[in-house]
């Protein structure tokens, strides 16, 4: 089972936002009142991103722009996961933010070996997983991020909100990439 991350609270609050995913820290760059971008270990990773209303209905153009971007990337092959992936990060976005909208990002590494799904929301609340019990109707869908990204997916914490973001290994042999 996936361990929630956490952060000294300081981080969350500072002007300039720290990123703390799997032990590798990156430091933010502010470029917009509501936007920050992170530095990269890999600069020039292709990516794409749209903002969205944050509704249920949400969930259909960002699996879209998913969907479209494996395809672009010849990357059929994890299709299945990113697009149920996508639709359970903006499911708990929806749920659980605070502002009008999202923003939805579907990054391809440069080594090509991982695609990068992510969802930013206005809220600092962390999403914590948590046993769902048979009758539940909801609470399943960190568990299903966590078994399809074997484990590595995270929270960004930034000054205004967060990122929750998970990676998807490529399978070289499924995809024609």
Not at 22 to 35: D, E, F, K, N, T
Not at 64 to 88: F, K, N, P
Not at 105 to 127: C, E, K
Request: charged fraction near 25%.
């Amino acid at each position: 089972m996936t361990e929630a991350l956490s952060w000294p609270a300081q981080d969350v609050t500072s002007r300039e936002a720290l990123s703390v995913a799997g032990g590798v820290v990156r430091r933010a760059q502010r470029i917009g009142v509501r936007m920050s971008m992170f530095e990269s270990a890999v600069p020039g990773a292709p990516s794409y991103t749209r903002t969205l209303p944050r509704l249920p209905e949400s969930a259909r153009p960002a699996r879209l722009l998913v969907s479209g971007a494996l395809d672009r990337w010849s990357l059929g092959g994890v299709e299945d996961a990113a697009l149920l992936v996508m639709s359970e990060l903006v499911s708990n976005a929806v749920a659980h933010a605070r502002s009008g909208s999202i923003r939805v990002t579907v990054t391809r590494r440069a080594d090509l070996l991982v695609v990068r799904l992510a969802v930013v929301d206005m809220s600092h609340r962390l999403p914590l997983p948590r046993p769902a019990v048979e009758d539940d109707e909801s609470g399943r869908g960190l568990a299903l991020v966590a078994a399809l990204s074997d484990g590595r997916w995270g929270v960004d914490p930034l000054r205004w909100g967060k990122r929750v973001w998970a990676d998807l290994a490529v399978d070289r042999e499924k995809s024609s990439a």
